[in-house]
T-cell receptor, first 112, second 114 residues
Framework: QKEVEQDPGPLSVPEGAIVSLNCTYS??????FMWYRQYSRKGPELLMY????GNKEDGRFTAQVDKSSKYISLFIRDSQPSDSATYLC????????????FGKGTRLHILP | NAGVTQTPKFRVLKTGQSMTLLCAQD?????MYWYRQDPGMGLRLIHY???????AKGEVPDGYNVSRLKKQNFLLGLESAAPSQTSVYFC?????????????FGSGTRLTVV
């Protein structure tokens, strides 16, 4: 089993819909969880981060971590065509400050 | 504030040629990383450095070498390029310490080996 699993998509949704992006992981030591957004032909940019379990909200974005299920989610409300990108989840354990493990990314298309 | 700058942005190499990719960051970050990104494979760590003068192997280090002679620069070398090294290469950096979550990425170098 891979450490981090992420459905590659593509995921196509109409503008204004709520988008749900998810990752599962196997390493119970992961404590820090991140979401990156990557536009075509650009580098990834940090979008959201959370520590341990719980929710975090930032504007239209909500990150959710369920450590008991080893499952993290990113919700996008009122989706816009400008949200069309690849979304990568990432995580690292408390005792490994040096490396972050990335999911392979989900391609998201918001249809006008 | 430039962040992480990668040069060159594009390059075409012939098989067997060598080249060096340069990554420069102006944020005084301790940690620096080189990733390659291929379709269906995601980001794969090649080499990384946790401080000036230190380097370590990542997931796919074969065929690459790195050097971190100055804190702000991290060089990735291909001694004898192969078509399998055709990829998009990303450099990233971050501060040390558990309170700092994410990387800052550069905009990438698109390398084609023919």
């Amino acid at each position: 089993q891979k450490e981090v699993e992420q459905d590659p998509g593509p995921l196509s949704v109409p503008e204004g819909a709520i988008v749900s992006l998810n990752c599962t992981y196997s390493n119970s030591a992961f404590q820090y969880f991140m979401w990156y957004r990557q536009y075509s032909r650009k580098g990834p940019e940090l979008l959201m981060y959370t520590y341990s379990s719980g929710n975090k909200e930032d504007g239209r974005f909500t990150a959710q971590v369920d450590k008991s299920s080893k499952y993290i989610s990113l919700f996008i409300r009122d989706s816009q065509p400008s949200d069309s990108a690849t979304y990568l989840c990432a995580m690292r354990p408390m005792n490994r400050d040096d490396k972050i493990i990335f999911g392979k990314g989900t391609r998201l298309h918001i249809l006008p | 504030n430039a962040g992480v700058t990668q040069t060159p942005k594009f390059r075409v190499l012939k098989t067997g040629q060598s080249m060096t990719l340069l990554c420069a960051q102006d944020m005084n970050h301790e940690y620096m990383y080189w990733y390659r990104q291929d379709p269906g494979m995601g980001l794969r760590l090649i080499h990384y450095s946790v401080g000036e003068g230190t380097t370590a192997k990542g997931e796919v280090p074969d065929g690459y070498n790195v050097s971190r002679l100055k804190k702000q620069n991290f060089l990735l070398g291909l001694e004898s390029a192969a078509p399998s090294q055709t990829s998009v290469y990303f450099c990233a950096s971050r501060e040390a310490g558990t309170a700092n979550y994410g990387y800052t990425f550069g905009s990438g170098t698109r390398l084609t080996v023919v």
